[in-house]
T-cell receptor, first 119, second 112 residues
Framework: DAGVIQSPRHEVTEMGQEVTLRCKPI?????LFWYRQTMMRGLELLIY????????DSGMPEDRFSAKMPNASFSTLKIQPSEPRDSAVYFC?????????????????FGEGSWLTVV | GQQLNQSPQSMFIQEGEDVSMNCTSS?????WLWYKQDPGEGPVLLIA?????ELTSNGRLTAQFGITRKDSFLNISASIPSDVGIYFC????????????FGTGTRLTIIP
């Protein structure tokens, strides 16, 4: 069974350029998350979707960041314009639907990450 | 906001030794998860805990959900070279709220 698939794995871009990161969640998972990881701030949740609908985007750092989920099998995280401080590893993760309040099925599975360097 | 304090930040141990790390929170969590991240990879779930006091094992790994709901620990017995990596705890505060708060990580290095 394929895990969460992210692309590109690595990207180096110049400041001011647009960056688009892509994610394919695990089939059947209803939740999709975008995280950012840096040495200074660790793992930060940027935004998450439930059934393709953005639920909480309070972690998105600023208007330069946007995320979309046009269908259940695809999401993008876009940075426009990019800045050097955006350099980080961006992880997409997905989670299955949970019923009731018990979260025994609610474990989050991460992709391998997109390593972004903005110069 | 909620914060998870994870300790120690790093550990240097010899192969075969046992490892213990913990996570504490300033507020209550209803779920605790432990992840391991290998270099160049995403975090991989090791153990999930859903009930206060719960003690769960996965091979050489054992984790417990603290009674106060504000802490959790992870033990690794008889460490082996492939245990090297960064271990993260993560907590979920509210049922039905999918947001996880991650700890700062414990970097484990094994000395041959």
């Amino acid at each position: 069974d394929a895990g969460v698939i992210q692309s590109p794995r690595h990207e180096v871009t110049e400041m001011g350029q647009e960056v688009t990161l892509r994610c394919k969640p695990i089939s059947g998972h209803d939740y999709l998350f975008w995280y950012r990881q840096t040495m200074m701030r660790g793992l930060e949740l940027l935004i998450y979707f439930n059934n393709n609908v953005p639920i909480d985007d309070s972690g998105m750092p600023e208007d330069r960041f946007s995320a979309k989920m046009p269908n259940a099998s695809f999401s993008t995280l876009k940075i426009q314009p990019s800045e050097p401080r955006d350099s980080a590893v961006y992880f997409c993760a997905s989670s299955p639907f949970t019923t009731g309040h018990h979260l025994s099925g609610n474990t989050i599975y991460f992709g391998e990450g997109s390593w972004l360097t903005v110069v | 906001g909620q914060q998870l304090n994870q300790s120690p930040q790093s550990m240097f141990i010899q192969e075969g030794e046992d490892v213990s790390m913990n996570c504490t929170s300033s507020s209550i969590f209803n779920t605790w998860l432990w992840y391991k991240q290998d270099p160049g990879e995403g975090p991989v779930l090791l153990i999930a805990l859903y009930k206060a006091g719960e003690l769960t094992s996965n091979g050489r790994l054992t984790a417990q959900f603290g009674i106060t709901r504000k802490d959790s620990f992870l033990n690794i017995s008889a460490s082996i070279p492939s245990d090297v990596g960064i271990y993260f705890c993560a907590g979920q505060a509210n049922f039905g709220n999918e947001k996880l708060t991650f700890g700062t990580g414990t970097r484990l290095t094994i000395i041959p």
